[in-house]
């Protein structure tokens, strides 16, 4: 085990040694196996001339050996020829003694072992007694005593010569066989040069090829790696992840490519939640565009937060027209009644004041917010998010859930996202209801105006529904005005409009049709009938009158059938006509629209018709002037 440690830390420094190192390192290998290679060469080739030399030195005295024997057989023959043919033949022994000698000499020179050198000794001794016994010769042939001569050329110096012969010749064959053996070891040494050299060539190939291979490797395989991991990536694969552990170039290189890859997966998360809240955000904006009310604008944001949240029980709180009360508006989750915050006004809730989104870990924390506490047995965690338009606090969106599970970021945007739309869309729901109401509601009494009350008896009208037409006018207004103050007379309006109200049926319709005039229009009623619901209108009114600081008045009604009337026009004409008719039979009364009726009364309609040709063809403010203007019996 600790073997296999070390040997895992030693390939991990050598695999996170730069690619220099490793490349020096690879080349300082090649380089210290070329020289360990060129030494044995050296060597090897020192050992080859070193066994040349063995093998000249033994050819040298293989030669000298030889030259020994052929000149002692050259001595003995010019021994023998001055012997027998006479002392002319004298100086000829002299020279080949001479050339023994110089053999003998270089022989000597050559020599190796002590047991050659004891052959040359011994050569050298019998060629002492070779030359000893050549003197008695010589000798024996100066005085003439030939016989004695030969006799010892043919016995003593001739067993002498055999000796020096034998001794020359053995020398010569241990010459031979030291040159033979020599040249054997030359040429065995040959051998195991060319196969060192050999050996060791396979020996560095194989390094130099292992060497380049895991060099190769160490470089190569980081890089591949890089470059599969990129050809994914270019793929669209962002999960590629270059599995490169060293420490080295490489490994840096590829942390790099991993670090942009992470780099890239986190921008194209952000754009995909980018593009996610962009498309929720659309489809909540669409969802709300097609929401014609308050109502189906909820229902839109209640599924909206069911889905933003999913499993959380959630509620959208809005203020009510006051803008001082929270009230429960939706409900979203698990829970029917839903969290139940017990905020009472906006202004009281945490993330209104704030303007922005709040969440709490936990309801036991120190800092969560108070209305999150006893609201059970168990903790829960919350998110509350303000609903604004227009700068203005509108209601929270408030969602709880078990302790420390709280929304994460793409939530709370989501939250945000649909608070922003869900209170532009809802102001801007009320405000279209606001301003339909002013464009349709008298500002002083409550009631519709004349624009509304007319659309309203064409539809009528044009769905075949039956109606009364009813004009009234308050008496004497201008003198309650001039008497009491405007101020009394706005109390006058808005009293005869509340008392006419509560009269009224369901479908009924009531309107000011300006200044002191209003209108009526009594759905299903004939003009009797009409008049039956208008007397009631007048005892209610005189009962109202009679228990305030009011001052008394009384109004006109002039009544006529809708239906009966070949136009609008013509219809509001004879109720018109009617009430003037009222006026002039003293007030405080209803009179249904009769053309005979009229024609006999013409003499006292004629005056009063002057006076509603001058209120058509004035405006509203013109009329009241005129009004004013007139004095009893055009005074209403």
């Not at 004298?90 to 001479?98: C, G, V, W, Y």
């Not at 030291?178 to 060192?196: G, I, N, Q």
């Not at 509620?315 to 017990?342: F, M, R, T, W, Y």
Request: aromatic fraction near 4%; glycine fraction near 6%.
């Amino acid at each position: 085990m600790a073997t296999s440690t070390r040997h895992r830390k030693v390939r991990r420094k050598i695999v996170d040694l730069p690619v220099g190192s490793k490349l020096m390192i690879g080349f300082g290998a090649l380089t210290l196996l070329l020289t360990l290679v060129i030494a044995c060469l050296v060597l090897t080739v020192n050992r080859l001339g070193t066994a040349n030399d063995i093998v000249g030195v033994a050819n040298a005295r293989s030669q000298a050996a030889d030259q020994l024997r052929f000149t002692a057989a050259d001595m003995r023959a010019a021994q023998q020829a001055y012997v027998l043919g006479g002392t002319s033949s004298r100086p000829d022994f002299d020279r080949s003694l001479s050339r023994f000698e110089a053999a003998l000499d270089k022989l000597r020179t050559s020599a190796g072992d002590p047991v050659e050198h004891a052959l040359i000794q011994k050569i050298a001794t019998g060629y002492q007694t070779f030359l000893a016994t050549d003197q008695l010769i010589w000798s024996a042939f100066q005085e003439g005593r030939f016989d004695l001569a030969r006799n010892l050329t043919l016995g003593a110096e001739n067993l002498d010569f055999g000796f020096m012969a034998d001794d020359a010749t053995q020398f010569a064959d241990r010459a031979e066989h030291s040159r033979v053996d020599a040249v054997d070891r030359f040429h065995k040494a040959s051998d195991e040069a060319r196969s060192l050299g050999i050996g060791l060539g396979v020996v560095a190939l194989l390094v130099m090829t292992v060497a380049s291979l895991w060099i190769t490797k160490l470089i190569r395989d980081p890089l591949h790696k890089v470059q599969m991991a990129a050809e994914r990536a270019a793929e669209g694969d962002l999960d590629a992840v270059a599995d490169v552990h060293g420490d080295d170039e490489t490994g840096r290189l590829a942390r790099a490519f991993n670090s942009m890859l992470a780099k890239l997966r986190l921008r194209e998360e952000t754009l995909l939640a980018d593009h996610r809240r962009q498309e929720t955000a659309g489809r909540v904006h669409r969802a709300l565009e097609m929401a014609d009310d308050e109502v189906a604008a909820l229902g839109v944001i209640g599924l909206t937060i069911a889905e933003v949240l999913p499993g959380r029980s959630a509620e959208l709180l809005l203020a009510d027209n006051s803008k001082a009360n929270l009230e429960q508006a939706i409900v979203a989750g698990p829970h029917p009644d839903g969290p139940g915050c017990p905020v009472a006004s906006p202004f009281s809730c945490v993330a209104v004041r704030s303007g922005s989104a709040v969440t709490f870990a936990s309801s036991n924390s120190l800092d969560a917010c108070p209305h999150l506490r006893d609201r059970g047995e168990s903790a829960c965690s919350a998110v509350c998010v303000p609903v604004t338009f227009m700068g203005r606090a509108m209601g929270v969106i408030h969602a709880v859930d078990a302790e420390n599970v709280v929304p994460d970021p793409a939530e709370i945007d989501a939250l945000t996202m649909l608070s922003t739309q869900a209170g532009a869309r809802i102001g801007m729901l009320r405000t279209m209801v606001r301003t339909s109401e002013q464009a349709s509601i008298d500002s002083l009494t409550g009631l519709m105006n004349r624009r509304n009350f007319q659309t309203r008896i064409r539809s009528m009208r044009r769905a075949g529904t039956p109606f009364a037409l009813v004009m009234a006018d308050i008496d004497h207004f201008k003198r309650v005005n001039d008497a009491h103050g405007h101020e009394t007379g706005d109390r006058a309006l808005k009293t005869f409009a509340d008392v006419a109200r509560s009269s009224l049926r369901e479908g009924d319709l009531i309107a000011r049709w300006g200044g002191e005039e209003f209108s009526f229009a009594f759905v299903n009623l004939d003009p009797q009938a009409a008049c039956s619901a208008i007397d009631r209108i007048r005892l209610e009114l005189a009962g109202r009158l009679s228990t305030s600081d009011l001052p008394r008045f009384t109004v006109s009604f002039g009544v006529v059938s809708a239906d009966a009337c070949a136009s609008l026009e013509d219809a509001v004409r004879q109720a018109d006509d009617a009430l003037y008719l009222a006026k002039a039979r003293g007030r405080d009364c209803s009179v249904i629209a009769d053309s005979n009726q009229l024609d006999e009364e013409g003499m006292a309609i004629r005056p009063l018709q002057r006076v509603v040709e001058k209120v058509r063809n004035n405006s509203a403010h013109g009329v009241l002037a005129t009004l004013a203007r007139d004095d009893d019996p055009m005074d209403r």
